[in-house]
Structure formats: C-alpha cells, structure tokens
C-alpha cells in the first residue's frame, strides 16, 4: 500500500506544484527536528548549573584561550579552488545534459574549457596552493 | 476504492511525507544497530545481545536513553547556533529522498533536475557542520568543524565531476532517467562504462559521509568527537541520525546513478512493483561495505586527504570526461 501512494506519479502536476512540494517538506523536517528537541528538553532532567559544569570539555584541562580568533589562510585558498571548480561544474552540466546532439562541436569547445581549466589547477599546484602545511 | 482517495495530490503527498520520515528515522535506527553488529562479528565479539531478541531492541533502548539525558551546553556557546546545527544537518539526510526512485515511477517528486537538487542539498551538510563547531566556542569543535569544512569542500569538487559521465550518457539530470536508461541487465549499468568515476564518486560519497577513513572532523582518537564534543543527549543523538541516514542516502544515490538503481541484475529477475526489493539489497550491501571498509582502512592525515582529493580524484575524472565524451563521438552505436 506504501508503495501504491508513492506510485501515485507526480507527472501530472505542474512544476510549480513540485518545488511547492520541496518547500513544503524541508519546512516538514525542520519543525519535526525542532518538536523532538522541544520535547527532549520536557523529557530530560535538568540538574543544577554550575560554572564548571558549563565549560568547554578539553578533555579534563581548563579552557585558557577562546577558540574564536583568526584561523590560517589555508582554510580560505581551498574555499576559492572549490569556488572555481564548482562555477566549472555549473557550466558542464547543461553541456553534458545536450553532449549527444552536439557532436563534434561540443566536444571541441568543452576541450578547450576544461584544458584552461586544467591549467589553471596545475598552475595551483606548481605554486603549492594544493599543499597542506 | 479509499486507495484512489489517497492517490489525489495533497494527500498522495502528505503520505509520501509520512513514509519518507518514518524511512529516515528507521534506516538511522537500523544503521546503527547494522554497524554495531557489523563491527561486532569483524572484531569477533557478539555486539549488543542483551535487549530484546538478538538484542534488536537496542537502538529503541538508545532512543529512549537519549530522550531522558540532561542536555548540556556550554555556557560561551552561541546558543541558537548551537541548537539550530543538528537541525541543518538533518536536512540533506531527510530532503534528497524525495527524489530518489525506489521502484517503477515510485519517486515523491520527479524533479528533472534531481542532480543538480542532491548536490545542492547535500552541501547544506558541511553549513550544519560549521555551525555545530563554530557554535560551541571549543577549541575541539572549532578544529573539527574547520578541518570538516575543508574536507567537504574539497571532495564536493570531485563528486560533482564524477557525474558528469552518467549525465553525458543518459542526456538528463533527472534519476528516473537514469535508471531507466540503465534498463536490461548489469551490463549496461553505468559503473561499467564509467568506473574510474564510479570509484571517485564512492570515494567522494565515503567523505561526504565523513566515514572512516575520512572522519577527521570526528577524529575521536584524537580530537575526542571533533565538531559533536559538546553536545549531550538528543542534540547529540539527532546528530548521529543524520550521520547515519545520510549514510544510507549517499548508498542510495551511488545504486541510483551507477548501479542501476531498481533495475534487476538479469531481466528475467524483474519483479515488476516489487523491484524495491533489489533497490533495498543494493543500497544495503553499498551500506555494508562502508562499515567493512571502516575496519579495514586506517584514518588519512589531513594533508594525505588534501593531496588524495586534489592530485588524484579531480585529475582522473578530467581525463575520464575526456574519454567518454571522445568515446562516445567515435562509437555512437555502443555508448
């Protein structure tokens, strides 16, 4: 019977209707997650506070600096390569989706976008922006 | 007939919401009963036998433990952060099965860019990941949550490239598609034709899942449970369920689009409606080699991790575009 609810097919409705859907279950999961943590918070007991019973766990030492300070730039390089490969991707998609009637064309001009892109990764990794230290 | 009632849209789709919750909250369940099992009769121990038959009762014994645990916090923590990240972590592992197909023309919404949907949903995962480390002001949390950050980014790189084959030889974005296209037999799944891919999408899936070896954002040995050191009862049990349902979705996604999704492995095994059944042992084997790959491979260092996703996955799935898109131009009979 599950199965013949799911096998009800969604072609019929429009495509609005579709990410109305989406919306709509995306709102579904984050109220059922927040109702079970509501309710965890009725269920669990809560015993006295105190100041050392509220500090960070590092595993039996006091905490002596705050974790929210700079971090090194190695972090930041990696999230610009991503940005670049993913704009990559965001464009090779629709290309892959028509590749079939393009044909020779197509294959030529993705050549060239990807070997501009391929240099660019090993120009990155000629300078050591891929290395880890 | 009351079934055609529930086949009319709202509550056609209510109920699809209903058996998409109860799925996720179960496969969660199940999972961790499965790798405590799994990793029991690997190390040669019985694992958890004690409640219920054959100790199958245990994850409802979590379950109700967690739910009765004091939730702490700690008193620097950015509160509505710290509380908000299970939820953005929950998310990805509850949203991308609404579009995957479990048996013939069994999918909640046919998005025809399901692709392009899984991966954007799926990154919402790694914001989750920040927000739990960054919120709970550690120093442990924060170490995981940027080391998370890094990893996922990265490897979100190669498993976006890896999909280009499947989307280049089935010419759609939408996973109904694909697996049809994969019709007639294992031979014409795409982990054939596309295995250097297939191999980098499994790889980039293991990290995504942050499963070992690629759990350096938990690191217990070392970091003592990285981004989710903080977190106390259901907060931290709300966690783990994302973890593991999105474990079972990345399988999910890697049968769909390599293995051939619902599709059998010879025709004459084709059990019309009931083809979930091969969807649900292919998704639970893609599970069971995780949990065995968990006790086999020890943890990649961070910069091992870097090089492995850079210098290795991202230059394989250029080349191999390459290929198949120059294979498919000479041999357009067979691809």
């Known amino acids: ?133 | 007939m009351s079934l055609d009632i529930l086949n009319q849209e709202p509550f056609r789709f209510l109920l699809s919401v209903g058996v998409i919750l109860f799925l996720v909250l179960n496969l969660a369940a199940v999972f961790t009963m499965a790798e405590r099992k799994v990793s029991a009769y690997i190390q040669l121990r019985y694992g958890p036998n004690r409640v219920g038959p054959r100790g199958l009762l245990q994850p409802a014994a979590d379950v109700f433990k967690l739910f009765t645990k004091e939730n702490l916090s700690p008193g620097r923590a950015d509160i509505w952060i710290f509380l908000a990240a299970p939820i953005a972590m929950f998310i990805p592992a509850a949203l991308v099965w609404l579009v995957v197909p479990f048996a013939p023309n069994a999918v909640v919404a046919d998005l025809n860019v399901a692709i392009v949907f899984f991966i954007a949903v799926t990154s919402i995962g790694a914001l989750g990941l920040i927000m739990a480390g960054y919120g709970s002001r550690s120093s442990f949390s924060l170490l995981g949550a940027l080391r998370g950050a890094a990893q996922m980014i990265s490897y979100e790189v190669p498993l976006i490239l890896s999909l280009l084959g499947v989307i280049m030889l089935s010419g759609s974005l939408s996973l109904v598609d694909v697996v049809e296209a994969q019709s007639g037999g294992f031979w014409h799944w795409y982990f054939l034709p596309q295995l250097p891919m297939f191999v980098v999408f499994y790889i980039s899936g293991l990290a995504e899942a942050r499963r070992v070896p690629f759990d350096l954002p938990e690191g217990e040995s070392e970091i003592v449970g990285g981004f989710m050191v903080e977190y106390s009862g259901m907060t931290w049990g709300l966690i783990q369920a994302a973890e593991f349902a999105s474990m079972g979705l990345i399988s999910a996604i890697t049968v769909t689009l390599f293995l051939g999704g619902w599709q059998p492995p010879f025709e004459f095994l084709d059990l019309g409606n009931f083809n979930w059944i091969w969807f649900g042992l292919k998704t639970a084997l893609l599970v069971f080699t995780f949990q065995w790959i968990r006790w086999s491979v020890p943890r990649l260092r961070m910069d091992q991790l870097m090089d492995l996703g850079w210098k290795v996955l991202v230059p394989v799935c250029l080349v191999w575009l390459f290929v198949t898109a120059g294979l498919m131009l000479l041999l357009p009979s067979v691809f």
């Open chain 1, 1 to 133: 019977m599950v199965l013949a609810i799911l096998q009800g097919g969604s072609q019929e409705i429009g495509y609005g209707a579709l990410y109305l859907y989406v919306g709509l279950f995306l709102l579904i999961v984050v109220g059922f997650v927040a109702t079970t943590l509501a309710i965890a918070r009725l269920i669990a007991p809560s015993r006295q506070s105190s100041k050392m019973k509220r500090m960070n766990y590092e595993t039996g030492e006091m905490t002596v600096t705050d974790p929210w300070r700079p971090f090194p730039v190695r972090y930041y390089v990696f999230a610009l390569l991503f940005l670049i490969f993913d704009v990559e991707a965001a464009f090779l998609y629709p290309w892959a989706v028509v590749y079939r009637d393009l044909g020779l064309y197509g294959f030529v001009e993705m050549v060239i976008f990807v070997l501009i892109l391929g240099i660019g990764l090993a120009y990155a990794w000629k300078k050591g922006a891929l290395k880890w230290v």
